[in-house]
């Protein structure tokens, strides 16, 4: 029994210091999630945009790896390697979602996905220029679009998926903690626990609009 008690003294000490230092480091990332929790839930309200459009030359190198041959029977194969290296070094754009192609107009559109906006690129080979037409939202969207992880990113992937497992760790930390304290106050704490479950629970049964009748 003796070695018992020192072990579930070990455990809720341990258990302590993980809750405070995995709380801490969240600090920052739970009040994100947070606030942008609610901005998401007021989009109408909160947030703007803006559309533009600009164009650019491009370089005659890379103009040259792109040419449409001029015997029509010839496949067109550019190299979209050196228009790729170019748009990533001169706008920071990669891994476009889409690329069209079209031999007749001598032109090659790239769409690019980003956080609050996009960039759409046409690049004209006759005219060795290109144009972008894009996007960008105020600092509200790219925080909403941060907290969905929508066009961020495999980088921001994991930060979402690491914040998550430690708010995990936390939550479940705490709950550990409760067992701790005295039965009155513990007993007020399960309670709790149990409320915050169910309450949500209800209010979807009770007010989300659902699909039944199947």
């Known amino acids: 029994m003796p070695n018992f008690n020192r072990i579930k003294r070990k455990f809720f000490s341990f258990s302590r210091s993980i809750h405070i230092y995995v709380s801490t480091s969240l600090f920052t990332v739970v009040v994100f999630f947070s606030v942008t929790g609610i901005t998401l839930n007021h989009t109408v309200l909160i947030g703007s945009s803006t559309e533009a459009e600009q164009q650019f030359s491009l370089p005659a190198n890379v103009v040259s790896e ?32 889409s690329i069209d192609m079209d031999r007749d107009y001598q032109e090659i559109s790239l769409d690019y996905p980003l956080p609050a906006g996009y960039a759409f690129i046409i690049v004209k080979l006759q005219q060795s220029n290109y144009v972008i037409e894009y996007k960008e939202g105020d600092i509200w969207n790219l925080m909403n679009d941060l907290h969905k992880g929508r066009n961020t990113g495999e980088s921001w992937s994991w930060v979402i998926d690491i914040s998550a497992a430690l708010i995990l760790i936390f939550s479940i930390t705490g709950l550990t903690i409760l067992f701790q304290i005295k039965r009155k106050r513990r007993n007020l704490g399960l309670i709790a626990c149990v409320a915050g479950t169910l309450t949500p629970i209800m209010l979807y049964w009770l007010w989300v609009p659902q699909l039944t009748g199947l």
């Open 66 to 97: 792109l040419a449409v041959p001029a015997d029509k029977h010839q496949t067109w194969l550019p190299q979209l390697a050196s228009l790729h290296g170019y748009l990533s070094d001169t706008h920071s754009l990669q891994a476009p979602r």
